[in-house]
């Protein structure tokens, strides 16, 4: 009977496999990109937890009375802390995107090469989340971190290595009407010259689709394409930086990115990392609506949109699912993007990762969660609920 049971499943997996990805419909066709951050590490995967989940001062072996570790965030995730390279948290994050309308992530990246001790674990990560996104029809491109670059030659190596292994992938951002690879950079913040630049760019091999940091295209002169919005560091004129840029600036960049983010609370003072930068209260959600509001005010200088950040626990600028917000930020986006999806949706998503830790250990019943989650990427929610809702 078991062996009958794991034939039929089989088959049903052969078929949902074969559909395709099923493309989210949208009232809104504007691209909008979350900005992804693969640096959170476990015992599981280093031997030891990730300053990101400790800084200097947390400790997550510790464990209140409610379960929640102790970390460095004044946010606590909804399936508490996690591993950026496993592959449940992965499918988990992805999902929920794609049920809110989002078309990709724009991966936090510090490149193969350079001056951070992590390099190689966050590209091991990066890798991890790349290697998945194709499953679930979204796409993806990196936000560069060139502040960690040591020399031009880092820089340049770093350029070679997304060459080499993303540009050819089927899923990587492209733009315009050459359909370069879409590339933005923190900054500049190491190389501030053009003649810098124009090294680097002779290893992508094509021409990219270059965004530079709002106020900072001179840094790269015309290697840059235009410029993307963020975080400006005050409470009280953050909104009108944004205005101002959108108004003033975008109409002269070929093009622009606008940011949209729930607000800015860092976690460094208390982590003993420094003494903070500033705070933006969330305002349960007020704030998050009213940057996306700026974006649909000036929409027509504005190209894409980079939702910031997924979760970047220790600044407190956090889209992904929390104790403290549950899914409010993703229905916020889902309301912008004008997908048909609610919360229900994003619930039985995350059900899905539940169900994936409990049972772990049993390969027939990660088989059927395997089929459910290919009906939740395909559209088929009813299919994927029959299963989901079994357990």
């Known amino acids: 009977m078991r062996g009958g049971f794991l034939v039929l499943l ?4 052969i078929s949902v496999s074969t559909y395709g990805q099923q493309p989210v419909e949208k009232n809104n066709h504007m691209r909008v990109y979350m900005h992804y951050m693969p640096w959170f590490e476990t015992p599981e995967t280093i031997g030891r937890w990730g300053w990101h989940w400790t800084m200097n001062t947390r400790n997550p072996d510790k464990v209140d009375e409610s379960g ?3 970390i460095a965030s004044h946010y606590y995730p909804l ?4 591993a950026s390279r496993d592959k449940d948290v992965i499918e988990y994050h992805l999902l929920l995107m794609k049920l809110s309308g989002i ?5 936090n990246w510090y490149g193969v090469q350079g001056g951070n001790t992590d390099v190689e674990d966050l590209l091991k990560s990066s890798n991890a989340i790349i290697s ?3 499953d679930f029809g979204l796409e993806f491109g990196v ?8 020399s031009i030659e880092d820089a340049k190596a770093n350029m070679a290595y997304l060459k080499e292994n993303y540009f050819g992938h089927p899923a990587y951002i492209r733009y315009g009407a050459e359909e370069d690879p879409l590339v933005a950079v923190f900054g500049p913040i190491t190389f501030e010259e053009p003649r810098q630049w124009a090294a680097i760019m002779e ?14 295209t001179e840094d790269a002169g015309s290697h840059a394409d235009g410029a993307y919005s963020w975080i400006f560091e005050d409470e009280e004129s953050h909104l009108e930086h944004l205005e101002k840029f959108y108004a003033q600036n975008a109409p002269e960049l070929e093009t622009v990115m606008g940011s949209a983010y729930p607000g800015f609370h860092d976690f460094y003072r208390e982590g003993g990392a420094g003494n903070g930068y500033f705070y ?3 305002k349960k959600g007020a704030t998050l609506k009213k940057t996306l509001s700026v974006i649909k005010e000036h929409q027509e200088h504005i190209d894409m949109v980079q939702l910031a950040t997924w979760n970047d626990f220790g600044e407190g600028t956090v889209f992904e699912p929390t104790i403290e917000t549950g899914f409010s930020y993703l229905q916020k986006i889902q309301e912008y993007t004008g997908v048909k999806y609610k919360e229900q949706e994003l619930a039985l998503v995350y059900k899905l990762f539940k169900l994936r830790k409990e049972y772990s250990g049993d390969p027939a019943i990660q088989e059927r969660l395997d089929v459910a989650s290919v009906h939740l990427s395909n559209l088929e929610i009813e299919k994927a609920a029959g299963i989901i809702n079994n357990y």
């Open 10 to 13: 089989s088959l049903l997996w």
């Open 68 to 70: 929640k570790r102790e």
């Open 203 to 216: 290893e992508a091999g094509e021409d990219v689709e270059f965004l530079t940091l709002w106020h900072e």
């Open 132 to 134: 998945q996104v194709n």
């Open 143 to 150: 936000v560069m971190e060139d502040r960690f670059s040591r």
């Open 103 to 107: 078309d990709g992530v724009l991966i």
């Open 79 to 82: 399936i508490g802390t996690y």
């Open 280 to 282: 933006i209260p969330h």
